[in-house]
C-alpha cells in the first residue's frame, strides 16, 4: 500500500484496497531465461490492450534480482487530453509484483517518466497523494457501481495530464533475476454521460508503538464523516504484526479481517451502500509483535519489515474531492 504516508486513498481500494498489501511474500518467477544473469523473460506476458475510451498507463521494465524486495515509484501524467469519468480499473502485473496502487497528486512529485526507488514517501499537505487504485493480484479490475440509487452510474474524474504515480511493490522469490512492470487501464464513460462522482475516503495512523514481545495491542483512530455520503466499498490496511483490523461505526462494525496481507473488502454496489449513522469512522488495529522484530518496538512507518500501518480506504459518493484523515485529525 504506497508506503507514503500510505496515506491517501484512492480506492484501490484496494480495495480491493484491497488489495494493497506490504507484505513480504510474493510471486516468483519461472525457471526459464536468466542464463548467465540476464533478467528472465516475463514468461509470456502480454499486456492487455487499451480501454476504447479511456487511457492506459504501462510502467518502463525495472530489473528484480533474486530474493530481493523493493519498492519503485514510476511518475507519469495521464496521457488524457480531456476530463474523463472513469467507470472501471483494471491492470496486469508480471511475475515478481506483489502489488501496485496508483497515486493522483496536486502537482507533479517527480518529472513525469522518472522511475525511482526513493522519494516515495514524502509528502506535503497542500499535495497529498490521492490513493485511487490497487491491485495485489496478477490480473485485477474495480469496476464501479451502475446505478446511485437514483438512476446515475458512479464515476470518478480524471482531469487531462493529471500528475500521477504507480507505486509498485515486488518481490523476486526465483533464482534468477525477473524483468517487471505493471499495466494499468483505466475505461471511461461516454463524452456526455452524466454520473455520480465517487472519490476515496482514507485515514492514516501515525501514533501506533507497539512494544518489544506485545500482544493483543488495539491501536485505534475516529475520524469524522461529511454528512449525507454514502460508502460502496471499505478495506483497511496493515503490516505483519496485524491480527485483526476493523472499520466501525460507532460500535457496530462496517468491516473486518484477520488477515492483514490479504484483507479483502466489504462492498455495498446497490441500494441503500453504507452510510455511517454515526457521522464517525473508527478504525482500529490489533497487533501482536511476537514475531522476528519482537525485540523492538514496532511504530508506524513504510517498512513492511520493521514498521506498521493501520489505515482504513474507502469510496464515497456523492464526492467533490478525496478526502484524508490523519490519525483523527481531518478530513481534508
Known amino acids: 500500500m504506497r508506503h507514503d504516508l500510505h496515506l491517501v486513498l484512492g480506492l484501490g481500494l484496494a480495495l480491493s484496497l484491497s488489495a494493497a498489501a506490504c507484505g513480504s511474500d510474493g510471486g516468483g518467477g519461472n525457471d526459464d531465461g536468466g542464463d548467465d544473469g540476464a533478467p528472465m523473460p516475463d514468461g509470456g506476458f502480454v499486456d492487455p490492450p487499451p480501454p476504447a475510451r479511456g487511457f492506459q498507463v504501462i510502467s518502463p521494465d525495472v530489473t528484480i534480482m533474486p530474493g530481493q524486495e523493493i519498492t519503485y515509484c514510476y511518475y507519469f501524467r495521464t496521457p488524457n487530453t480531456e476530463e474523463l469519468a472513469i467507470k472501471k480499473w483494471s491492470s496486469a502485473m508480471t511475475p515478481g509484483s506483489h502489488h501496485m496502487i496508483l497515486y493522483t497528486t496536486q502537482t507533479e512529485r517527480m518529472p513525469a517518466g522518472t522511475v525511482s526507488s526513493g522519494g516515495c514517501s514524502s509528502f506535503g499537505v497542500n499535495n497529498v497523494p490521492s490513493w485511487t487504485y490497487s491491485a495485489q493480484t496478477p490480473t485485477q479490475e474495480l469496476a464501479l ?6 438512476g446515475k452510474p458512479l464515476g470518478q474524474r480524471i482531469a487531462a495530464g493529471t500528475p500521477a504515480y504507480l507505486e509498485m511493490h515486488y518481490l523476486n522469490g526465483s533464482d534468477s533475476p525477473l524483468k517487471a512492470h505493471v499495466t494499468l487501464n483505466a475505461e471511461a464513460h461516454e463524452a456526455g454521460a452524466v454520473f455520480t ?6 485515514t492514516y495512523n501515525t501514533q501506533i508503538s507497539v512494544g518489544p ?7 485505534t483512530q475516529t475520524c469524522n464523516v461529511p454528512a449525507n455520503v454514502k460508502f460502496w466499498t471499505m478495506s483497511t490496511h496493515a503490516h505483519k504484526q496485524a491480527v485483526k483490523t476493523a472499520v466501525k461505526d460507532g460500535t457496530a462494525v462496517a468491516f473486518s479481517s484477520t488477515d492483514w496481507e490479504h484483507p479483502g473488502s466489504a462492498t455495498w454496489l446497490a441500494t441503500p451502500f453504507f452510510t455511517f449513522a454515526s457521522s464517525k469512522l473508527t478504525y482500529e488495529c490489533t497487533y501482536n509483535n511476537i514475531g522476528d522484530n519482537k525485540m523492538d518496538t514496532v511504530v508506524s512507518g513504510p517498512s513492511a519489515e520493521k514498521n506498521e500501518m493501520c489505515m482504513a480506504v474507502g469510496y464515497y459518493f456523492p464526492a467533490n474531492k478525496s478526502l484524508f484523515c490523519l490519525n483523527s485529525f481531518g478530513p481534508f
Do not use: L
Open 145 to 150: 457501481p451502475a446505478d446511485d440509487g437514483a
Open 197 to 202: 462522482q465517487t472519490a476515496p475516503y482514507v
Open 213 to 219: 514481545g506485545a500482544t493483543n495491542v488495539v491501536e
